[in-house]
């Protein structure tokens, strides 16, 4: 528990993610060979604010590349990608910039919540899952969607996105197992790699691209 404390608090730079990775090969020694094969885990980082969590909600059910021209397209249709641009700008603009009416529903609830008080900064000094809960309470926002944000804009450590299909596929290839876990199953064998649950997603997601001959599925 010592050795865990005087880690970094957040995953910000590569030399956080490698002890944090060294203390989850400590924790969960089956990850020693997964990152033996893995190779360099990139340290991957989103903008910590609202627009990092627009870009998150983007990629829902989309490509990393189909994310990226919505949202080129939104900040060319917005000129910035704040709250109050989002909450300004007709529904029609948004759908000419390639967001679904769910989507767009999502992005104004995010909006408002934004500017009714919710401080996004503030949920890296929450436990993973009373800020994945916080974050849920804005209507539109999952858990895969608050997981994602959390791990890559904000570097929580103990976040992982166990209903993500490359986490569980990499898992299932990972550890031998017969078939590929559920949510809930992967879920509740991630409390094993606590409190380093965000190297494990990380480094399975590396583990994921090497595995499928470079096919990259990291969400961001």
């Avoid at 893995?38 to 059910?61: K, S, T």
């Avoid at 060319?76 to 704040?82: F, I, N």
């Avoid at 539109?140 to 976040?159: P, Q, S």
């Amino acid at each position: 528990m010592k050795a865990a404390a005087r880690l970094p608090k957040a995953i910000a730079t590569p030399r956080d993610l490698k002890l944090h990775l060294d203390a989850l090969v400590r924790t969960a020694p089956e990850f020693e060979a997964v990152r033996e094969c893995a190779g360099e885990v990139p340290i991957r980082w989103l903008d910590p604010g609202f627009a990092g969590l627009v870009w998150v909600v983007m990629g829902q059910q989309i490509s990393v590349a189909a994310a990226r021209a919505i949202m080129t397209r939104l900040e060319e249709a917005l000129d910035a990608v704040t709250p109050e641009q989002v909450l300004a700008a007709p529904d029609e603009v948004m759908r000419m910039a390639g967001l679904s009416r769910q989507k767009i529903a999502t992005l104004r609830a995010i909006s408002g919540a934004v500017q009714g008080g919710l401080d996004l900064d503030s949920l890296i000094a929450l436990d993973a899952e009373a800020a994945v809960e916080r974050l849920r309470d804005v209507r539109g926002i999952g858990r895969w969607t608050a997981e994602v944000y959390l791990l890559f804009a904000l570097g929580h450590t103990d976040i992982f996105p166990a209903g993500d299909l490359a986490l569980q596929e990499a898992a299932r290839t990972a550890f031998g197992l017969e078939v590929r876990p559920k949510e809930k199953e992967l879920s509740l064998r991630a409390q094993d790699w606590r409190p380093h649950r965000a190297a494990a997603a990380r480094l399975l997601w590396a583990y994921y691209r090497v595995a499928r001959s470079g096919r990259d599925a990291t969400p961001v």
